[in-house]
């Protein structure tokens, strides 16, 4: 008894002690930048060449969203005693960890102007897990099923015509990149020195290569390259990977790292961000997402990804697996405005039953675009008898990266063409452009049909009928009749 009751005292001190060490995580809103000491006059001090090249190049200003936080405000805040966990430039905003009394002593100064709860402590208000990945199948995918998902989008006669993504930076976002270091179908990347940079939002390290494999697969499908069993759609691009999910938790907090990736992304001048993360459940029964947020406006990521495309990035993001759920529809931040938010389709072009269906909750058309993500060829690293093969895959999240190595080399065939135009000539080259609809968006892209469409002395007119839906150009930008955003 003595025993029993030595132990239930170790362990109440045990959870004590981590209760204390695990307050509640809070997003704090500062209401200015004032006495950053950084200007828009300035950028490189806070912005790569390359970053800055990009707005030049498009004509995008630097604004004050660019601009590093106030450290006068954030000091005072540390000084109160909470963590600073993460900063975002964009969002104007602190993710921190703070007990009760200090998040109320932190609400009150006069440059905050919300605080909101983003991860409760721990085992407070939890709801039950939902299982929200899907497992791929441990079967070896077919030479045709490899071969059938870059024909279905172009990509192989963008590759034919010797344009593979040379000289184009993706960023994928994602929840981990294990064996990507040792994978031979990642020899090519690894040896040219392909992986730019590498950084892991939830630890703040540079450790990516652990962690769910999710990432690994999704980037397989643009880098990997072993002809004859499976080259990404775009091989020669180089890449940055970020890792910000928390694969064991659905918290708010992870839509805010996922901003912070976005932000580190710009800042190193990428030209195109891929991510397979959404979110649309939290295991906080307080803090739960509801459809009518969808709207494009209301969740911080959602605006994070427009502010992407505003600064010239292209935004590929996958629409979600909840089709055959009771969910059903897109998540966040795929209702965002001017991205490319991709469906799923099997290799005969039929919807996925899993791919979330639109519109946004204001009525806007979803998914823009689709590419293969039923029997997706991915590259297999969850079963230890398969590495370094090629299986099969199910998702929106293969779809997305398989669009986005095809968009990719086709910038890399027209480095001179707005990011803007090179995606709503995606949305006029797709199967269905002329009659979109809430399952397939604009349907099936097509990054050869885009780039015949580029090239093509009618595009270059300022009003043109085009066989898939009237186009004009104005003040350089491509608009679609019919489509808006």
């Avoid at 089709?323 to 005969?348: F, N």
Wanted: net charge negative; charged share 20%; proline share 4%.
């Amino acid at each position: 008894m003595k025993r029993l009751i030595l132990l239930m005292a170790v362990s109440l001190a045990v959870a004590l002690a981590a209760a204390k060490r695990n307050p509640a995580m809070y997003y704090v809103q500062l209401k200015d930048k004032q006495g950053c000491g950084f200007t828009t006059s300035n950028p490189l001090s806070y912005l790569s060449q390359r970053a800055i090249d990009r707005r030049t190049r498009w004509n995008i200003p630097v604004d004050s969203t660019d601009l590093p936080l106030a450290q006068t405000y954030v000091d005072s805040i540390a000084h109160i005693g909470a963590d600073i966990y993460q900063k975002s430039r964009w969002m104007n905003g602190l993710l921190v960890y703070a007990t009760d009394a200090q998040i109320s002593t932190i609400s009150s100064l006069d440059f905050v102007t919300n605080a909101e709860i983003i991860r409760p402590s721990t085992n407070v208000n939890l709801l039950k897990k939902l299982q929200k990945k899907r497992k791929n199948k441990n079967t070896k995918a077919t030479y045709s099923q490899i071969t059938d998902q870059n024909h279905q989008v172009g990509a192989d006669s963008l590759h034919n015509a010797g344009f593979r993504g040379q000289g184009i930076q993706v960023a994928v976002i994602d929840a981990g990149f294990p064996k990507v270091n040792t994978l031979p179908g990642f020899d090519s990347l690894r040896n040219r020195g392909g992986i730019l940079g590498t950084y892991n939002v939830v630890t703040k390290s540079t450790d990516v290569y652990c962690d769910h494999y999710h990432g690994t697969m999704c980037l397989s499908t643009m880098a990997f390259n072993i002809p004859g069993e499976l080259v990404g759609t775009a091989p020669d691009a180089d890449y940055w990977l970020l890792r910000t999910e928390v694969d064991d938790e659905e918290y708010l907090y992870e839509t805010d790292l996922w901003i912070i990736a976005v932000e580190m992304a710009d800042s190193a001048g990428v030209d195109l961000i891929s991510t397979s993360l959404g979110y649309f459940f939290t295991d906080d029964e307080d803090k739960q997402f509801t459809y009518s947020n969808m709207n494009g406006i209301h969740f911080r990521s959602t605006v994070a990804a427009r502010m992407a495309a505003e600064k010239g990035i292209v935004m590929c993001v996958a629409a979600g697996n909840e089709g055959d759920s009771d969910w059903q529809y897109i998540d966040t931040p795929a209702d965002a405005d001017s991205i490319l938010c991709i469906g799923g389709v099997d290799r005969y072009g039929e919807h996925s039953s899993f791919s979330s269906y639109g519109p946004t909750a204001d009525g806007r058309i979803k998914p823009e675009v689709c590419a293969c993500a039923t029997g997706a060829s991915v590259a297999e690293v969850d079963y230890p008898e398969w590495y370094g093969n090629v299986t099969v895959g199910y998702g929106t999240s293969f779809a997305t990266p398989i669009a986005a190595g095809t968009i990719a080399s086709l910038m890399s065939a027209l480095p001179d063409v707005n990011p803007a135009i090179i995606r709503r000539a995606i949305i006029a080259t797709a199967s269905q452009s002329n009659n979109p609809d809430n399952t397939l968006g604009y349907g099936i892209l097509n990054g050869w049909e885009a780039y015949k469409y580029l090239t093509s002395p009618a595009t270059a007119t300022e009003d043109v009928e085009e066989k898939k839906g009237r186009a004009f150009i104005s003040n350089g930008l491509l608009f679609v009749e019919g489509y808006e955003g």
